[in-house]
């Protein structure tokens, strides 16, 4: 008898590496699906006291997951397949494709956040009502959960720890080549257009100022590796260069393609390993690998946690932290207005292209949740909509820990303005992003990143009136961000 089998794709826009799609060829006839779930690209409500409402696909990221699906669609075509693309929820319309096409199995990703989790669990009760098996697979780590030296729900919740024992006791996986993709189902229906917009913010471009043009897909994804790491040659220098603010090969840029799954970390773990061999190995190559154990822990840590690690007292169970509210302040944190040049910067670069440096990200949020003591996960929302690498685990992750409720019980609130003078020493950043503040940096680059201690005479000089052509800092951030206030 023919087997028919459904591949639905989620953070695994791929054909390179990709379990799932490996073991869903074995059927005889497969269908590819991608169904955009209006739950995950519209409006999100935060309940509890303090609740709020964000949209949560912003226009860089449903551009970015538009050409994501354009490339996996051509790139099946390209294996003799082709890509389903429906809207509507997951578990309705699974079953009700797996009875068209007569499937007796639907493979997909399986991931570790909440809501994830949730539909997953609601796919499977909907396929098992109509005896259809759900089948997961566990792709998207560069360690499999099954090699790692204990379970995941009772993994280390410090990093350090966690990275010691995968380094000395877990082997990464070979990376799966691409199968032969078996025919689509005799009846298939037609393949559908691709929603576009995807959510409900229109799509947006990337300003040209931004690090580097960030189009999605599996197609540019690998050539972005081969760029980073062989052409340019920049992996030799990766640890000395990945605190950067500007340009295209500071650090390796892969978090949009890692995230939306268009690129594999175990792949990635390939071509360092080959590099090694071929060119060098250095702490710059074990670097990249280091970081890539970051991305795994946060997302075995959601494994472990699960919808605790969204809560404002996150995992610790911080409830002695007296988060405040300010509508007004937090608009202009999100607009990069708050006066503070180095975060101003980031959250203009974050707004106009989707993306911000590590360095920029940490000093934005460490502001609002420690300086200015707004709720966190805010702050956490507003990346989400606006990240084109927004991954939850990543991202709220990171957030927690800044905020001092995550994986991490020390302090780690940031001193912005020395972290502005150590990794922007010229102002560089500052000037491209509040360009209002450049002729500044001729007389002083200090006070580019810190105009409030300007003198009278470099503000005339600069055309800078403070208040006017750029804030003064928000007064709830104290006397230290404006002596002059
Ligand atoms: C507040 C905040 C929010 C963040 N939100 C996200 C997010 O939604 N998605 C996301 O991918 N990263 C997030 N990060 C982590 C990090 O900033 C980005 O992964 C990194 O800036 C991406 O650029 P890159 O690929 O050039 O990184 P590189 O320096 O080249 O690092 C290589 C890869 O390692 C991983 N990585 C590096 N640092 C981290 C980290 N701290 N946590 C997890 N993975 C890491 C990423 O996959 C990255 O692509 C966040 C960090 C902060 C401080």
């Known amino acids: 008898m023919t087997s028919t089998a459904i ?45 709020f409402r964000y949209q949560r696909l912003g226009g860089h990221r449903a551009r970015f997951l538009r050409e994501s699906l354009g490339d996996l669609r051509d790139r099946l075509r390209g294996h003799g397949s082709d890509l389903l693309v429906r809207r509507g929820h997951p578990e309705d319309v699974l079953p009700e494709l797996a009875s068209e096409v007569g499937a ?36 998207h780590t560069l360690h499999h959960p099954d090699d790692l030296p204990v379970q995941p729900t009772v993994i280390d919740d410090t990093f350090t720890p966690f990275r010691r024992r995968v380094e000395a006791e877990s082997e990464v996986r070979e990376p799966v080549g691409v199968p032969d993709l078996p025919p689509l189902p005799d009846d298939a229906p037609d393949a559908g257009e691709l929603p576009d917009p995807l959510g409900s913010a229109p799509e947006q471009s990337a300003d040209e100022r931004g690090v580097l043009p960030l189009h999605g897909g599996e197609t540019r994804a690998l050539e972005r590796v081969e760029e980073y790491v062989w052409t340019g040659d920049h992996l030799r220098e990766y640890r000395e260069t990945r605190n950067g603010l500007v340009g295209a090969d500071y650090s390796a840029k892969f978090s949009p393609w890692l995230a939306a799954g ?12 080959r590099y090694e061999a071929e060119r060098v190995a250095n702490d ?24 605790q690690q969204f809560r ?24 990069g207005e708050t006066g503070v040049p180095f975060v101003d910067a980031a959250m203009r670069e974050l707004a106009a292209t989707g993306y911000t440096s590590n360095r920029a990200r940490q000093n934005a949020a460490s502001l609002l949740a420690n300086d200015l003591r707004l709720d966190w996960r805010r702050g956490a929302a507003h990346f989400e909509t606006l990240l084109v690498d927004y991954d939850p685990a990543s991202n709220y992750g990171n957030w927690a820990y800044i905020a001092g409720v995550g994986n991490d019980s020390r302090d780690r609130a940031f001193d912005v303005l020395s972290q502005g003078e150590r ?15 450049a002729d500044l940096a001729a007389v002083d680059p200090g006070y580019t990143r810190e105009p409030w201690t300007a003198p009278s005479g470099a503000l005339v000089d600069a055309g800078v009136e403070l208040g006017v052509d750029y804030p003064r800092p928000i007064p709830a951030l104290g006397d230290r961000y404006d002596a002059m206030s």
């Open 262 to 273: 268009c690129l594999s970390p175990r792949f990635v773990a390939d071509e360092v390993d």
């Open 104 to 139: 007796d199995a639907v493979h997909e990703q399986t991931l570790p956040t909440t809501e994830e989790r949730q539909t997953g669990a609601a796919v499977g009760d909907a396929l098992a009502a109509e005896d259809v098996a759900r089948r997961t697979h566990w792709t």
């Open 7 to 51: 591949v639905r794709f989620r953070r695994d826009l791929r054909l390179h590496d990709n379990p799932t799609l490996v073991a869903a060829s074995e059927a005889d006839r497969l269908l590819p699906v991608f169904v955009v779930d209006p739950r995950r690209v519209g409006e999100r409500e935060y309940g509890g006291p303090d609740s």
């Open 312 to 335: 404002r007292e996150g995992i610790r169970n911080r409830t002695d932290i007296d988060w405040r509210w300010d509508e007004r302040v937090f608009q202009r944190w999100a607009a």
């Open 423 to 437: 990794y922007d020493p010229d102002a560089g950043f500052v000037a491209r992003w509040c360009p209002e503040l």
């Open 284 to 307: 710059s190559t074990y670097w990249l690998l280091f970081e890539l154990r970051w991305r795994d822990f946060f997302q075995f840590q959601f494994l472990k946690h699960g919808g």
